[in-house]
């Protein structure tokens, strides 16, 4: 099974291959230039393996939610490239790959959304197993949706942004916080090699992003 994944949910560039259960991945800091730099980093992928890309088996994206251009930018990549060459697509979400990058059994991932938010969601790893705890939603830090009791592990750049908001609202269940970590095309790739055993790819023409905000920016008045 041979997997591309892309994923521009940040400022992270990245894409990974998924090769029979190993993964080769490129990444760069893009800043704006995503759409600059995505396809030539899947171009070289694929070249550094000797594929074409009419030997892929699906295409997987980082759904979201996330940066909007970015999301755009990766699904509208995903589904050129699925179109194509007729093969299915993937929608990953940007928070579980974040909580599959932390190896934590249990994590609560936020991602700084601007204007004093964050995009939340939590996680926990039953039998190998990842299940939403509290599914991708969009809040302020000191209002995020309340964790069942136990230790969990905190991870994305929300909590580089706004730590001391999370950990006071999370005090006494915050056993301790991963830094560095963004969503990445590595995780989206064994996520959707998971979903692609279930049947759960789906046709070029249904990817779509995950918004969770209709709002970009703040008026001046609230500024």
């Not at 994923?7 to 291959?17: G, H, I, N, P």
């Not at 396809?39 to 979201?64: N, Q, R, T």
Request: aromatic residues 6%; glycine residues 10%; contains cysteine.
């Amino acid at each position: 099974m041979k997997i591309l994944a892309i994923e521009t949910s940040t400022e992270l560039c990245c894409a990974a291959l998924w090769l029979d259960g190993k993964v080769d991945a490129r990444e760069e800091l893009a800043g704006q230039r995503h759409s600059e730099l995505l396809l030539p980093m899947i171009d070289a992928l694929l070249e550094s393996h000797g594929l074409k890309a009419v030997e892929l088996d699906c295409i997987a994206f980082g759904a979201g939610p996330g940066s909007f251009t970015g999301l755009r930018i990766a699904c509208g990549v995903a589904q050129g490239i699925a179109f194509g060459i007729d093969v299915p697509v993937i929608g990953i979400g940007t928070l579980a790959a974040l909580a599959a990058a932390s190896q934590a059994d249990r994590v609560v991932c936020c991602l700084d959304a601007r204007m004093g938010e964050v995009y939340h969601a939590a996680y926990e790893r039953r039998r190998g197993d990842w299940h939403e705890v509290h599914a991708p939603s969009l809040c302020r830090p000191d209002a995020a949706p309340d964790l069942p009791a136990g230790a969990w592990a905190g991870c994305g750049s929300g909590f580089a942004v706004y730590r001391a908001a999370l950990e006071s609202r999370y005090a006494g269940k915050l056993a301790r916080v991963i830094d560095g970590l963004a969503p990445h095309a590595r995780e989206i790739a064994a996520l959707a090699a998971v979903e692609f055993g279930r049947g759960g790819a789906v046709r070029a023409e249904y990817a779509a992003p995950l918004y969770v905000r209709n709002k970009v920016a703040l008026r001046m008045d609230e500024r």
